[in-house]
């Protein structure tokens, strides 16, 4: 699943007119780095979801045979934060364990690494997978402590959250479908519980999150290639 239903308050006023996921670095809309990124590593099933200038979007993706991928569009009349989000498409994601991508990040992440993490994911034991970068200069203080490929409650050293996560669908049990919530207090009880696993991605990655960033983006030389 790809995130895409954001109003992108901090890029105003590039977003009063176009939608976050469609603005461009290196001549290409952000979202769509993200499905060919998510097609090389094997994804074939994508869903994005929509609130915002939603119709531009599936306009420009279309149903996803461009990208060799196969896209549906969860539809939500006001965006529904990340997990009301994902639990309103549920009935796209169904049982299993599944990987869900901002789509406002520019990064150089393989995705078939965590091909096999899905699969070890389905047993329950382990209820959210994050990818955690070193903190930009934007957000020092960090959202996670990494121990031993774990995500602990308290530690020596924060990291942030990319945006790219596995999460099993139990996770998500009692958001019902048009309901808004957030991500954070369902992996912070899941952290306490011990069923919150990690990795620390140490390539390119940058949080698309403003017009300086994305202006810096497109002139620093940091275009993944």
């Not at 176009?18 to 998510?38: D, M, N, S, Y």
């Not at 993706?61 to 006001?78: C, M, Q, T």
């Not at 958001?175 to 808004?180: A, D, E, H, L, Y």
Request: proline share 6%; aromatic share 6%.
């Amino acid at each position: 699943m790809i995130l895409a239903a954001g109003r992108g308050e901090r890029m105003r006023p590039l977003t009063d007119s176009t939608p976050k996921p469609l603005l461009e670095a290196g001549g290409k809309p952000l979202i769509v780095w993200q499905i060919e990124a998510l097609a090389r590593a094997g994804f074939r099933d994508i869903i994005v979801n929509l609130a915002h200038l939603g119709e531009q979007i599936e306009d420009r993706l279309g149903d996803g045979k461009a990208f060799g991928v196969g896209i549906a569009y969860s539809r939500e009349e006001s965006a529904l934060e990340t997990a009301g989000g994902i639990a309103n498409a549920m009935h796209f994601l169904g049982s299993a364990p599944f990987l869900v991508v901002n789509s406002d990040i520019h990064c150089d992440f393989d995705y078939s690494t965590l091909l096999p993490k899905i699969g070890q994911m389905e047993n329950r034991s382990v209820l959210a997978h994050l990818v955690l970068v070193d903190n930009p200069e934007h957000h020092p203080q960090g959202d996670f402590f990494l121990e031993d490929g774990k995500i602990v409650p308290s530690g020596k050293k924060r990291l942030t959250f990319s945006g790219i996560g596995i999460y099993h669908p139990d996770l998500f049990n009692g958001i019902q479908p048009g309901q808004s919530a957030r991500l954070a207090p369902l992996l912070n009880n899941a952290i306490v519980e011990g069923k919150v696993s990690g990795m620390h991605h140490q390539g390119l990655w940058v949080d698309v999150g403003t017009p300086e960033r994305l202006a810096e983006l497109n002139s620093g030389g940091r275009i993944k290639t």
